[in-house]
């Protein structure tokens, strides 16, 4: 059967051979075993109802091995037996070319060189799935392929609730991830409510179809790297010679490496799981792998005389780095962490002292004592961090909640306040204040072509638009536009395509609509492909989570979730081909909101109106907002937004005067 029969056929009428589990693969850690027998019983009720009665005999033991042994019913038997990866957009089945755009990025986030726990179908963070099951995959293709632009198809959690009518301008997908009664999200609710499979963790953009690999985040986090080392730098200094300690080589944390690399300084990043440390050596990421904290030492000592720009994996825990290099007196300028904590019980976090293997084993029989483990090792992991920074280091939380589950965990990191941690979140330092207040935020593009030199051209386009408005950009934002050409022009260099054509570039409302009003262009004069345009949720408007992309809002409103609410209701009215809401993203189920969209560009002149439409309110509805809790950088955007857009009218704070507070 070729692939397009095969997405055409839907769930198969005849059942497929069951396929071994494959050891080969970066498979997903055992969930607990957390349902009664009966709650297992309504799972496999669960499971079935998307196949024939007349499998239902032979299904339901298979599921129920699958549960037993793994916590979840993945239903592997199902697993396409076709490569997987984005194909070029002419080659999928289909009546809706958005349709098919939208199957192209599923594909991609499952792809196994993209794709964390591909057979688990998670594309990264551990946890963040694009279905739950095969069966809702084999669906939701099938309806993607039989859709026209009359119809949406809505997303619960992965499960293709089905077909309905709709209208052109509509989007064709609408997806909801984890969206639960706020009062049933907390961690535990996550594994019940997704071993019975009724919901799913679908991080950011794992589950709303716009992970582009490692690449994304190369760029965020080369921000960050070179943004800390201006904050560190005290005269003017780059980041040579400099040593910056972190941990994770997993999705995003693979990226550190990489970025360090890019930003000039010396990277140790520790990694307790092998099979990650040699993904992203074999991808490049990563200059060299030590497994010895003696050859450690000296390689680090060596690379620090030596000024060297050099990116060291080591594979055993961040924790016994950060003691080891106190020990030794090894200076480190910079220190960060990316462990998964937005998951702390189910594998995103492996306590010091535990091999891998120990508490893998751990985690799935004897989950309280690994939980104690896991809070002991954040204590001492905190406490070796704070003898560093007392010398100097500069350390930011990377988002991972690892503040927030050392605090919970009882480690000495509250400020003297009692309320605010004692290390800023990344968001509150640097990107919040230097970027997203400005409107600068992850924007993204995929070549539906699947053609390199679509790429090429894209980039070329990109770099002509901001070195245009370079020319006249206010002082305000001349950094960022500096740094964001830099990074375009070398973006092809550095090497950073995995899985399908696609690009990041960090730009603010007015570079986002240009560059697409000019790839439209491009699109209409024959030049490239179609084009779909999306960005992280990790961005201005996107997301609300107190303590990363909304850290630094100061007016009490960070623990709302409006502004990423309204975000996708704005989006969707507003010409996104689809939309996203998500509970739960890199910080974790409950603590955070977050959206997206993804928009296809064909050239013609429904692109252009719907492209300046929506990326003009994608953005500036968190500068909006951003403003609102008086963030100057914020003020100053959306005055300058009202001057090119008559129609828009946003109320501005009026200060208040901090003296006529006194005494009251
Ligand atoms: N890169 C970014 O810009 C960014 C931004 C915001 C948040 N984050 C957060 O960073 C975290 C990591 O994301 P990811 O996609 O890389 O997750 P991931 O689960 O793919 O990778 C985390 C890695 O950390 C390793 N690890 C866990 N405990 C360890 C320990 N004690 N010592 C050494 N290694 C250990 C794991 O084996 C895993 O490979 C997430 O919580 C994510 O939300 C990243």
Request: glycine content about 8%; charged content about 20%; hydrophobic content about 35%.
């Amino acid at each position: 059967m070729t692939f397009q029969e095969q997405i055409l056929q839907g769930i198969p009428d005849v059942l497929p051979q069951p396929q071994p589990y494959d050891p080969t693969i970066n498979h997903a850690p055992k969930r607990k075993q957390i349902l009664s027998i009966e709650e297992k019983k309504l799972a496999l009720r669960n499971a079935l109802r998307y196949f024939d009665k007349k499998h239902h005999a032979e299904l339901a033991p298979e599921f129920m091995e699958e549960l037993n042994t793994y916590g979840r019913i993945y239903m592997y038997r199902f697993r396409p037996t076709y490569r997987m990866y984005a194909r070029p957009i002419s080659e999928y089945p289909g009546k809706s070319e958005q349709a098919k755009a939208i199957m192209l990025m599923i594909q991609n986030n499952l792809d196994y060189a993209v794709a964390q726990h591909p057979h688990e179908l998670i594309t990264y963070g551990g946890n963040g799935a694009v279905f739950q099951n095969w069966a809702q995959y084999v669906l939701t293709m099938k309806y993607l392929a039989e859709m026209t632009d009359e119809q949406t198809l809505v997303m619960y959690s992965g499960h293709p609730m089905g077909l309905f009518p709709s209208h052109p301008d509509a989007p064709r997908v609408v997806v909801t991830n984890g969206m639960m009664i706020p009062n049933y999200s907390k961690p535990d609710d996550w594994e019940r409510f997704n071993a019975l499979g009724v919901t799913q963790y679908g991080q950011m953009t794992a589950g709303s179809y716009m992970y582009i690999g490692p690449q994304g985040i190369v760029h965020g986090t080369t921000i960050t790297v070179l943004n800390a080392g201006r904050k560190i730098s005290k005269s003017g200094e780059d980041l040579s010679g400099k040593l910056f300690v972190t941990s994770g080589l997993g999705g995003m944390s693979g990226a550190q490496p990489k970025a360090g690399d890019i930003a000039g300084c010396i990277t140790v990043c520790a990694e307790v799981n092998l099979k990650a440390v040699e993904t992203r050596h074999s991808q490049g990421w990563v200059d060299e792998v030590i497994a010895n904290l003696d050859e450690l030492v000296t390689r680090v000592r060596k690379a620090k005389e030596n000024k060297e720009v050099v990116s060291i994996a080591f594979h055993g825990n961040v924790v016994d780095v950060w003691e080891r290099f106190y020990d030794e007196n090894i200076y480190i300028d910079l220190g960060s962490d990316q462990t998964s904590l937005h998951n702390p019980w189910a594998g995103g976090y492996y306590p010091a002292g535990w091999s891998f293997e120990e508490s893998q084993r751990m985690m799935a029989e004897n989950p309280t004592q690994f939980r104690e483990k896991v809070q002991e090792s954040l204590r001492r992991h905190a406490a070796a961090i704070n003898r560093h920074t007392a010398k100097g280091t500069y350390f930011v939380d990377y988002g991972n909640a690892f503040l927030l589950e050392a605090s919970r965990a009882g480690a000495d990191i509250m400020a003297e306040d009692g309320i605010n941690f004692r290390y800023p979140s990344y968001v509150q330092d640097i990107l919040g204040p230097m970027c997203f207040d400005y409107g600068f935020g992850p924007f993204r593009w995929v070549c539906a072509s699947g053609k390199p030199e679509d790429l090429d051209t894209t980039d070329a386009i990109a770099t002509q638009v901001l070195e245009e408005m370079a020319l006249t950009a206010p002082d305000e934002i001349r950094q960022q536009m500096e740094d964001n050409i830099r990074w375009i022009k070398s973006a092809k260099q550095n090497k950073l395509v995995v899985g399908s054509q696609a690009r990041i570039l960090y730009a603010d409302a007015e570079g986002r609509m240009k560059i697409a009003d000019a790839f439209n262009d491009a699109i209409a004069a024959g030049k490239i492909g179609p084009i779909v345009l999306g960005r992280d949720h990790h961005d201005v408007s996107g997301t609300d989570s107190p303590y990363r992309e909304t850290s630094n809002i100061y007016d009490g409103s960070r623990f709302t979730a409006d502004m990423a609410i309204h975000n996708v209701i704005g989006d969707s009215f507003r010409g996104a081909t689809w939309v996203s809401i998500h509970n739960g993203g890199g910080v974790g189920w409950g603590e955070v909101i977050n959206g997206g969209f993804g928009m296809v560009l064909d050239g013609s002149d429904a692109s252009r109106r719907r492209l300046k439409s929506m990326l003009f309110w994608d953005v500036n509805n968190g500068i909006s907002r951003r403003s609102w809790a008086r963030n100057e950088g914020a003020v100053f955007a959306i005055k300058r937004a009202m001057e090119t857009q008559p129609l828009l009218k946003v109320t501005i704070p009026n200060y208040v005067d901090d003296s006529i507070l006194e005494g009251l």
